[in-house]
């Protein structure tokens, strides 16, 4: 065992640590501090140009590597960072509220979500009612400046004559209907059979009436134009002329003309004396 060495005397052994050249000091001067501390046994060195740990920063532990050129020095524990506070750590984010024991604030998603729930009954009508304002605006213009509710009309005299020209069958037309009425279709074509000359009116309540005269066989016409279930109601007199009453299909009524070359078929939905008016006003 050594013996005791006083507090001054420098130790004799001036062995240099691994890998560092022995350097000569006189005997009794303290070695000049020319550079940053060698690092303890086991610390990897500073990489050439890194800048020195900052001044109360804790020393790297041994084993870990050492910070890259140009790489910052890590924070003090409880210092704030020079580049700005922590996401999250701002007034009355999640970490701040964490510390307060507040209840951190919705996301931006579950706000606005939570604000289109919220929204009231009369919110919802009054969005609806900026939709059908124009709407309505549209269908008034429509209806009001562009005749949308009536009904085009034709002008039979082209069908008409076509059908005479043909001469298949005697044609008539009616004479001193009253001005409601309105023709909305005229046609005249060849069928299996025959011949049809179709006329289509509107009645003054509005109603609709077909104006039929064909020469293709009764016992072919009736059945396509009245349904096979059709039976005759009756005879009427009109204009000298005696009609057969019919049914028809859904509530349709008929009246007809029955003739050697030609049958006459007055039909439709209109009410029994606007069927009347149309037969009696053939010539």
Known sequence: MDPAQPADRVPADRTPPDGQPPVDHPVGAEPAATGPTAPAV?????????????AGAPAPVAGEPALAA???????????SAAGPVPGDAAGGPAAAAGTGERPAPPPRVAAAATKAERSPKDMAISLLVLLIPIALLLAFYRGFLGGDQATTVDPAPAIEQARSANTFPVSEPQGLASGWRTVSARYQTVEGGANLRIGYLTPEGRGVQLLQSNVPVEQLLPAELTDQSQPQGPTELAGRTWQR?????NQQ??????????????????????????????
């Open 246 to 250: 019919y049914t028809a299909r859904g």
């Open 70 to 80: 140009g790489e910052p020095a890590p924070e003090a524990v409880g210092q704030p």
């Open 42 to 54: 086991g610390e990897p060195a500073l990489v050439a140009g890194e800048p020195a740990p900052a």
């Open 254 to 283: 008929a009246l007809v003309l029955l003739e050697p070359t030609r049958t006459v078929l007055v039909v439709g939905d209109a009410r029994d004396n606007e069927l009347r008016d149309l037969a009696g006003a053939l010539r």
